[in-house]
């Protein structure tokens, strides 16, 4: 019996309008009338994943930042986290400038940008957060250990290849093998604590829970999926998901367009 459905929400619960379909949301309605505890995971921040959230009208806490914050959205507060090192923070600073990266940090409350940048309109629109703020100089302003960072992308097709660059640039030294590269959306890679991966956050919060691994259903449809696809009790890949995230799922949903997420409540979570 599945007591715990975890949902990727970009290309899983949303389409590109970034909209919940009437289906999902009358689908989630049931699997918590049901009794099931329904979650988010994504490596969006709590803001503004909270929004998706309540209109959703989740109870159980979030995972957000790819595993690295299970957040209790409802009293604002942070259950379980994992931060970067604060040791390859600045490391990673220069890297960004000698290689001309589009780098910003992030944090639950804030994403830092640099003074200066040339990061896409696309990614603001992507990430629909409006707590942001520019930063003088992160080897000496941040005011924060940050969670996790992002280099920025104008060109889709060049993803792939900026993701294999952050991981032999990092692989160079030894200080910076300590970061997980994830390549999570067509213009952006995430840098993240080794080893971080929804999977984690999603463990802690079935624990938290006092539910067990088997009793949980993941959702998603790309690489940064595919951990917590294979943790779960029942993993669902989304149809036209990524090679990897259905090579680690026990079913095939179809596609988003055509409420695929709403089919594996409808599949799995039957009382």
Aim: with cysteine; hydrophobic share 45%; glycine share 8%.
């Amino acid at each position: 019996m599945i007591r715990l459905a975890a949902f990727d929400l970009d290309g899983t619960l949303l389409g590109p309008d970034l909209v919940l379909s009437p289906r999902v949301k009358a689908a989630v309605a049931r699997a918590q009338a049901n009794g099931m505890r329904v979650t988010l995971a994504t490596g969006r921040g709590p803001s503004p994943t909270d929004q998706w959230a309540a209109e959703l009208g989740l109870t159980a806490p979030l995972i957000c930042f790819q595993g690295g914050i299970v957040y209790d959205y409802r009293a604002r507060r942070v259950l379980h986290e994992t931060r970067l090192d604060p040791a390859v923070v600045p490391l990673i600073v220069r890297l960004a400038e000698e290689h001309g990266w589009n780098l910003q940090f992030e944090s639950p409350d804030m994403i830092y940008l640099p003074r200066e940048s040339n990061h896409p309109e696309e990614l603001f629109e992507l990430l629909r957060v409006s707590n942001w703020k520019r930063v003088e100089d992160f080897l000496t302003d941040l005011p924060e250990t940050p969670h996790k960072f992002i280099v920025s992308l104008h060109n889709r097709a060049e993803r792939d290849a900026l993701a294999a660059q952050l991981r032999q640039v990092f692989s160079a030294d030894q200080r910076l093998a300590e970061i997980t590269v994830v390549a999570s959306h067509p213009i952006l890679v995430e840098g993240l604590p080794r080893g971080l991966n929804k999977s984690m956050g999603l463990a802690w919060l079935a624990g938290h829970l006092g539910i067990r691994q088997e009793e949980v259903l993941a959702v998603g449809d790309n690489d940064n999926d595919a951990e917590m696809l294979a943790w779960a009790g029942v993993g669902v890949a989304m149809g036209g998901g990524s090679p990897v995230a259905l090579a680690a799922a026990d079913w095939v949903a179809p596609p988003v367009a055509e409420d695929g997420a709403a089919a594996a409540l409808e599949k799995y979570a039957a009382p």
